[in-house]
């Protein structure tokens, strides 16, 4: 296998190849093939090499690096689809660090791509770190006490997997706005009477859910939330029942002080219940 350093006149086979790269390792890059050649053009303008691999004066695959890291860092490598299993790759690799004149060079694959993990892996590359990016679609409020927080009346938490599965990927607001009011752990179980938060002993609550919820709010708004998951039945966070102020335990429809604060507000409540 020989191995030809490329100048600018191939950006445009390189940019083609890049192309075939980013679809075979399911990237999410979702550059044309004109953007692609200028990026190409800037690399090679800048402090990167290509170089294609050729077989019978055949381009069969084509790698870019960043000569100027220490080690060097091998950005892209690529070998054409029709030329896959018969051990190209490896010969490929060979012939670059010969050129290179080194035995020492980084690469980032993708985590999902476990084919060009077990290569890389198996020509005796080690893993040295993880590549992570915060990429959050939006930002979900949740009732604290569905993450684990311990901050029921009676000191227990809802955790709830379904909720933590359903969150996951997003940037959570957990709240529990009955504590954001100045309620203890543990305190007397609440109900609406008469539009009126009583404890069960007939003290008033009113004032510290109505005050929490209203934190809760502004933190709800502050973080920009796009959706808030929310306990079901309580007389805070309660989304489509609530107890009905008689402490039997019987059900009505209605919403808690700080769900119906949220609804009121424009952002979108979900009781925890109907989450799949
Ligand atoms: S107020 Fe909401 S978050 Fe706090 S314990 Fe009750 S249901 Fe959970």
């Not at 075939?20 to 200028?38: F, G, H, P, R, V």
Request: with cysteine; charged share 30%; net charge neutral.
């Amino acid at each position: 296998m020989l191995i030809k350093k490329c100048s600018l006149s191939d950006v445009e086979e390189l940019a083609q190849l890049n192309k075939q790269l980013i679809e075979d390792e399911k990237s999410d890059n979702t550059m044309n093939i004109e953007e692609l050649k200028a990026r190409m053009h800037g690399f090679l303008e800048n402090d990167y090499a290509a170089y294609f691999f050729m077989e019978e004066n055949k381009i069969i695959g084509y790698a870019l690096v960043r000569h100027t890291s220490n080690p060097m860092y091998l950005r892209q490598f690529y070998i054409d689809r029709n030329f896959r299993r018969q051990g190209k790759g490896r010969a490929a690799l060979k012939v670059l660090l010969k050129e290179l004149k080194t035995d020492k060079i980084d690469i980032e694959v993708l985590s999902w791509n476990e084919a060009a993990i077990k290569f890389w892996e198996s020509c005796g590359f080690i893993e040295r770190s993880r590549y992570m990016r915060l990429e959050k679609s939006e930002k979900i409020m949740v009732s604290a006490c569905l993450l684990g927080q311990k901050c029921k009346y009676n000191g227990g938490d809802n955790y709830s997997e379904k909720v933590i599965e359903y969150v996951k990927g997003h940037e959570v607001i957990p709240v529990c706005p009955e504590l954001e009011g100045g309620l203890p752990v543990p305190r007397k179980p609440c109900e609406i009477v008469q539009g009126l938060v009583m404890d069960k002993d007939g003290a008033c609550k009113d004032k510290q859910f109505r005050c929490g919820a209203e934190i809760c709010l502004k933190k709800a708004l502050d973080e920009k939330v796009s959706i808030a998951i929310l306990q079901s039945r309580s007389p805070s966070c309660g989304v489509k029942q609530i107890y009905d102020g008689s402490f039997s335990g019987k059900l009505i429809e209605g919403r808690g002080i700080f769900a119906s604060l949220l609804s009121d507000n424009g952002i979108k409540v979900l009781d925890a219940e109907d989450i799949e």
